[in-house]
């Protein structure tokens, strides 16, 4: 077999097993005369043999000898740039250069970075920044969304069964809680520092200082803990309170005159904002303001369309006005980290200080189809563009005049006390804690929908659940070590996807509902982990006004570095 076998090799095998006999036999001689030869010859002798050897099997093999070169190397590209489509493009400099190939230019890596955003999230990202969801809603496809009825399937039923016993008892919670404060200014607090104008304006410098950080925590204080009240008011217009119809109603009238809100006309506005949450058009609070002409594929005329089946035309501003074009001027006078910080400013004053109030007189912040709104009156302010969408039709017109009567007792007590105590007695006790509520409440309305990487949507595009699936939760738990602000508002912030959805649900079954809806749609699911205070100043900075991308709006912060938003 071997005879046999050898006749079968070729004459290059047989060169290749004899250059390999020949180098055992090299090493085999020179390891014996390792043992054979003195120290001064072994070097010698060793490399003289060694040469002879290996220039007769060069000689003999140079003539077949088969030139081998390694493959060449391929640039991997997507290696090369992988350490850098990471970064923050202010954060690539020409220091990365040495480790790329040397063609490469800082504009490259930045323009491979855009490519893969832009492959990722479907649309241009330019000028696009990031919150804590890191663009997560930006990465969705309107055929990801389930319908309405397969996400509230996913739902434990007993989530929209409302409790009347376990929704007083939290109810007394609340009410508790504000009427302790209560008693604590009157008793404590006013006879020791009355919120006199002698000793706002008229003691000094220090009497006043010490006057207003007295009521001023007060205010903190009290505005803080009344907002449980608010937040159960809002179950009763929900429908999330009671089962008995005349109960919820009656809690929610009285509840929602204290703060000078007409019950009826607040719950039919809010359902119209659940409604439309995230909508560019029919939106009912805290829609931004476009700046880039859009024409859809329709317009609404005198015909039997819907919001579901027709589309407007988008209202639009020049982006050198409105409020981009004041942003671009603060950022223009005082430059861009302290124009963005004056800006935030005034964004934050704005909408927490002056929101509410507007919104309630003005319809502040709702889209335009609606016309100018208001809440003590139901037919518009201004003719709606959209007649059809008008905010209180029908019966809610004879509503609306029902409501003004518990706010009008509530105004009538206001000026008795007034008259009574004084101006400053009442602003004290009842002014400045009812603007503390109305600052939560704006807050959580503002960042429970709007976030630098959350997108609004046009008619065409928008329908119930991605309006609801664009709602966000957020850390309300961790603004005390305790978790006791949470607590006192009933869980409205952490909670508020499940409750946009299915708004019946109670806010004690709001968690088991949450839970069911990130466990069977984690990828559809908004939770930002960014503290409040980080996450407001963020929102205060970045989001002024949105322009189309692809199938939705996204605000637009061209030219602003990331790490000032």
Same mark, same amino acid.
């Given at each position: 077999m071997r005879i046999e076998a050898s006749k079968n090799l070729t004459k290059r095998t047989r060169m290749i097993i004899l250059s390999s006999s020949l180098a055992m036999l090299l090493t085999t001689t020179s390891f014996v005369s390792s043992y054979t030869t003195t120290p001064m010859n072994m070097g010698m002798r060793r490399g003289s043999l060694r040469n002879s050897i290996t220039n007769k099997i060069l000689r003999r093999t140079s003539r077949n000898a088969?030139?081998?070169?390694?493959?060449?190397?391929?640039?991997?590209?997507?290696?090369?740039?992988?350490?850098?489509?990471?970064?923050?493009?202010?954060?690539?400099?020409?220091?990365?250069?040495?480790?790329?190939?040397?063609?490469?230019?800082?504009?490259?890596?930045?323009?491979?970075?855009?490519?893969?955003?832009?492959?990722?999230?479907?649309?241009?990202?330019?000028?696009?920044?990031?919150?804590?969801?890191?663009?997560?809603?930006?990465?969705?496809?309107?055929?990801?969304?389930?319908?309405?009825?397969?996400?509230?399937?996913?739902?434990?039923?007993?989530?929209f069964k409302p409790e009347t016993k376990t929704s007083l008892k939290y109810l007394s919670v609340s009410v508790v809680g504000t009427v302790l404060c209560a008693i604590f200014g009157a008793q404590v607090l006013l006879p020791s520092v009355p919120p006199t104008f002698a000793n706002w304006f008229g003691g000094g410098i220090l009497k006043f200082l010490w006057t207003s950080s007295v009521w001023s925590t007060y205010a903190l204080v009290k505005g803080t803990v009344a907002m449980g009240l608010w937040v159960l008011a809002h179950e009763c217009g929900h429908g999330a309170f009671s089962k008995d119809k005349k109960l919820q109603d009656g809690v929610g009238?009285?509840?929602?005159?204290?703060?000078?809100?007409?019950?009826?006309?607040?719950?039919?506005?809010?359902?119209?904002?659940?409604?439309?949450?995230?909508?560019?058009?029919?939106?009912e609070t805290?829609?931004?303001?476009?700046?880039?002409?859009?024409?859809?594929?329709?317009?609404?005329?005198?015909?039997?369309?819907?919001?579901?089946?027709?589309? !407007?035309?988008?209202? #639009?501003?020049?982006?050198?006005?409105?409020?981009?074009?004041?942003? *671009?001027? $603060? +950022?223009?006078l005082f430059g861009p980290k302290w124009g963005l910080r004056v800006w935030a400013s005034l964004q934050s004053f704005t909408h927490l200080i002056i929101g509410w109030p507007a919104y309630l007189w003005i319809g502040a912040s709702g889209g335009p189809d609606r016309g100018m709104t208001n809440?003590?009156?139901?037919?518009?302010?201004?003719?709606?563009?959209?007649?059809?969408?008008e905010l209180f039709p029908g019966q809610w017109k004879r509503k609306v005049l029902g409501s003004d009567i518990g706010v009008a007792i509530m105004g009538a007590a206001l000026l008795g006390l007034s008259a009574w105590k004084g101006i400053p007695t009442m602003m004290a006790m009842y002014g400045l804690p009812l603007t503390v509520v109305n600052a939560w409440?704006?807050?959580?309305?503002?960042?429970?929908? !709007?976030?630098?990487? #959350?997108?609004?949507?046009?008619?065409?595009?928008?329908?119930?659940? *991605?309006? $609801? +699936?664009?709602?966000?939760?957020?850390?309300?738990?961790?603004?005390?070590?305790?978790?006791?602000?949470?607590?006192?508002?009933?869980?409205?912030?952490?909670?508020?996807?499940?409750?946009?959805?299915?708004?019946?649900i109670p806010h004690y079954k709001a968690q088991a509902a949450t839970d069911a809806?990130?466990?069977?749609?984690?990828?559809?699911?908004?939770?930002?982990?960014?503290?409040?205070?980080?996450a407001l100043w963020r929102v205060c900075k970045g989001c002024t006004a949105v322009e189309k991308r692809g199938d939705r709006w996204v605000w637009k912060n061209d030219g602003i570095p990331n790490h000032f938003l």
């Open positions: 088969v030139s081998i070169e390694p493959p060449p190397t391929k640039t991997n590209t997507k290696r090369q740039f992988a350490p850098f489509l990471n970064k923050k493009p202010e954060d690539i400099t020409t220091l990365d250069a040495p480790s790329l190939h040397e063609e490469h230019t800082v504009e490259e890596i930045l323009q491979k970075k855009k490519e893969k955003e832009n492959d990722e999230f479907m649309i241009d990202m330019t000028g696009i920044r990031f919150s804590g969801m890191k663009g997560q809603a930006l990465k969705w496809k309107h055929e990801d969304f389930p319908s309405a009825s397969e996400l509230r399937s996913v739902i434990p039923k007993d989530c009238y009285f509840l929602h005159s204290m703060f000078l809100v007409p019950y009826y006309s607040w719950q039919h506005s809010h359902a119209v904002h659940h409604k439309f949450t995230n909508h560019m058009d029919l939106g805290h829609v931004p303001e476009p700046v880039q002409t859009l024409k859809e594929e329709a317009v609404l005329l005198n015909s039997e369309a819907t919001p579901s089946t027709s589309t !407007t035309t988008t209202a #639009v501003t020049d982006e050198n006005s409105g409020p981009l074009g004041a942003r *671009k001027s $603060a +950022l223009k809440h003590y009156w139901p037919n518009p302010l201004t003719k709606p563009r959209n007649p059809r969408q409440l704006v807050l959580y309305t503002w960042l429970q929908h !709007t976030d630098v990487d #959350v997108p609004h949507f046009s008619t065409a595009e928008h329908n119930y659940v *991605k309006g $609801a +699936l664009h709602t966000i939760d957020r850390p309300y738990n961790k603004l005390d070590p305790w978790g006791l602000i949470d607590f006192l508002h009933h869980q409205i912030g952490t909670t508020h996807v499940a409750h946009h959805f299915a708004s019946t809806i990130q466990k069977s749609y984690p990828h559809l699911y908004l939770y930002d982990p960014t503290p409040i205070p980080q």
